[in-house]
Structures are given as C-alpha cells and as structure tokens.
C-alpha cells in the first residue's frame, strides 16, 4: 500500500523553527518528485515548496523562499521541510504529496494524513 | 503567477442532481489541470488529470472537460459521499504550482 506519514508539526513562537518529515512506503520513493502543500485553518490549498527525484532541484513558494527547505534522503525514504523564522502566517496543515510522474499536469496523487502547525506567542 | 477562479463558492444541490464546477484560468494552461476533492479532516484526493483524464478508482459520474482558460469538472448524479470540498490546480507555468480557492459542495 503506498503511503505518506508526516511528523514532526506542533506549536512554535514567532521566529522559530520546525523540521517536518514524510516517511514513505509502498513505492519506489527515489523515483518520485516530492511537495509540499499547506492548508491554513478554513482555508484552500497554498502549493509550498517540491523537490525532484535526486534532490538536486527544488522550488519554493515565494512566500516561503529563503525561510524553509525542502530535502529528501532517498536511503531513508523520507521527505524533509525545515521551516524556520516562522511567522503566524505560517500556521497551517502541512502535507506531503507525491507527484505522478510521465503525466502533462503532473498531478499529485498520493497525499499524507498532514501534520499541524501552530505558531503564536 | 497564473491565477485559479473557481465559481461558484458554494453550490446547494441534493444527492441525484447534477454538479458543474468551474476553473478559469488567468492564462492558457493548455490541459495541464488537475482537480481534487477534499472531505473534511481529510487529505485531498485526486480525481482527475489533464483535464479530463478520471485517476485510479475514481467513479465515472466524476468527468473533467476544458482546455485553455476553461475548465469544469462535472459529476452526473450526486451521491451522498461526493458533498466536499473541490479544487483545481495548474501546472503549465510553474512554480509555483498554484491551486483555485475551492468550491463547497453542499447538500440543499
């Protein structure tokens, strides 16, 4: 069964940081570009941040460039985002989401359960 | 940054009614939509790729149609499970990857 398993989320004051993991299972993760999408409380889907299969590319939301990194550790099967100098703004669900590849939209098919953080003083 | 519209926000039908969900795009994305459907507390679900392409085990009421600016996402007979949340997402001109604001679906 394929399958993503985010951790790492939780509550954070202004400026400081989290390191957020995706494990995966059941498919062949060094194969698969990698992202991230966030979901403040109500709200629609905000595309975050994705990384190619090796993780010698990546791209970020300009709302988070600079502040977070994307990486992946292929032995490991898992997906990193290090967030740091968050902001309140911040504050959201965090998923992992695979991405389809050998597809025009590339669309992402698989997506974790996510993991919430909150981040106030 | 290519904008997402979705129309309407919100759309009140009952189960066996027919939905038409919208997606303009600010911009050709020529077929490169995707849509998803998100229940509450739950992850997003992908329903359809390149525009009208239904993903793995995706019912047929579910179909995808457009191209260009103009996209919608139809589901032939509403069944009680299909009341949620639904977004598209482009890919043409990336990053970013960006999504539409989302249409709620609600029972009438």
């Known amino acids: 069964e394929v399958q993503l398993v985010e951790s790492g989320g939780g509550f954070v004051q202004p400026g400081g940081s989290l390191r957020l993991s995706c494990a995966a299972s059941g498919f062949t993760f060094s194969s698969y570009w990698m992202h991230w999408v966030r979901q403040a409380p109500g709200k629609g889907l905000v595309w975050v941040s994705h990384i190619n299969s090796d993780g010698r590319s990546t791209n970020y939301a300009d709302s988070v460039k600079g502040r977070f990194t994307i990486s992946r550790d292929n032995a490991k099967n898992t997906l990193y985002l290090q967030m740091n100098t968050l902001r309140a703004e911040d504050t959201a669900v965090y998923y992992c989401?695979?991405?389809?590849?050998?597809?025009?939209?590339?669309?992402?098919?698989?997506w974790g359960q996510g993991t919430l953080v909150t981040v106030s003083s | 940054e290519i904008v997402l519209t979705q129309s309407p926000a919100t759309l009140s039908l009952s189960p066996g009614e027919r939905a038409t969900l919208s997606c303009r795009a600010s911009?050709?994305?020529?077929?490169?939509v995707a849509w998803y459907q998100q229940k509450p507390g739950q992850a997003p679900r992908l329903l359809i790729y390149?525009?009208?392409n239904r993903a793995t085990g995706i019912p047929a009421r579910f179909s995808g149609s457009g191209s260009g600016t103009d996209f919608t996402l139809t589901i032939s007979s509403l069944e009680p499970e299909d009341f949620a949340v639904y977004y598209c997402?482009?890919?043409?001109?990336?990053?970013?990857?960006?999504f539409g604001q989302g249409t709620k679906l609600e029972i009438k």
């Open positions: 911009q050709s994305v020529s077929s490169y």
């Open positions: 390149d525009a009208s």
């Open positions: 989401a695979r991405e389809r590849p050998r597809i025009l939209s590339k669309p992402l098919d698989c």
């Open positions: 997402q482009q890919r043409s001109n990336w990053p970013p990857y960006t």
